[in-house]
């Protein structure tokens, strides 16, 4: 996968990086505020047993029996199996609530994991309008042979209210060196992504990673996953 040189990280508007103002934006603190929410996500499915891997984060929609996790349709939609990996590294079954493919949005349920038990810690879903090249970070729980479990995945990035794609890696304010003591490293783009939170400076979800290419990231809207966890609250219901 082609890369992008720091040089050309601009997003859709033009605007450089490095003409920024970063404040009050902490990408460690928020790292470390937001990676207990993290999940690596591993699904099978009966006929073939070979696993794929992407990410997921901690929801709410009010369920009192189960943690449970958002992440993209095309990481669980097709496989009946759903393994998650939590950032304390412990490996859970997980059951799958409901799709929307519509909106290439899944949620499911942990089982073993209470929603109010210290493991389950849930990030609020934002519908505000981004302002215009914004700062914002993503969050994977890819798998990646430099780092043994837990450890978290970390791209920056601008967005802008007109347009769901933000540019990765503004390797200006954060690096390898200053993430590897928290267990952390640089996305790049890989397998496994897909369905890592992209979180604004309040640590709240402005978007979901769906797709990257030549350095962008596309985002789902999380208003659609609010609908989501609303439908399912209403569905449990019975409304």
């Known amino acids: 996968m ?4 720091e040089s050309d990280l601009t997003d859709r508007s033009g605007i450089e990086p490095r003409a920024i103002k970063f404040e009050p934006f902490d990408p460690l603190k928020l790292l470390k505020d937001v990676s207990p929410s993290i999940v690596k996500v591993r699904t099978a499915t009966d006929a073939d047993g070979e696993w794929s ?11 009192k029996s189960a943690c449970e996790i958002a992440t993209v349709a095309h990481v669980t939609s097709k496989n009946n199996k759903i393994h998650v990996i939590t950032n304390n590294g412990q490996t859970q079954e997980a059951v799958l609530v409901k799709n929307d493919l519509k909106h290439e949005l899944s949620v499911f349920k942990i ?7 210290p493991g389950c810690k849930p990030l609020e879903i934002s519908t505000r309008e981004l302002g215009n090249s914004e700062i914002v970070m993503g969050v994977s729980g890819v798998e990646d042979p430099r780092w043994p479990v837990p450890y978290i995945g970390v791209s920056l990035g601008l967005v802008s209210r007109d347009n769901p794609v933000y540019v990765r890696r503004l390797s200006t304010m954060v690096n390898e060196d200053m993430l590897r003591p928290m ?3 640089m996305m790049r783009g890989d397998h496994g992504d897909s369905g890592g939170p992209i979180v604004d400076a309040a640590r709240k979800v402005v978007g979901i990673e769906a797709a990257a290419a030549n350095g962008y990231s596309l985002s789902e809207m999380p208003i659609f996953l609010k609908q989501l966890l609303d439908d399912i609250k209403a569905e449990r219901k019975g409304l």
């Not at 891997?53 to 369920?63: N, R």
């Not at 089982?111 to 038990?117: A, I, Q, T, V």
């Open 2 to 5: 082609k890369q992008q040189n």
């Open 53 to 63: 891997v992407g990410t997921g984060f901690m929801v709410s929609s009010g369920d």
């Open 183 to 185: 267990g952390a490293f």
């Open 111 to 117: 089982p073993g994991l209470l929603p109010d038990s």
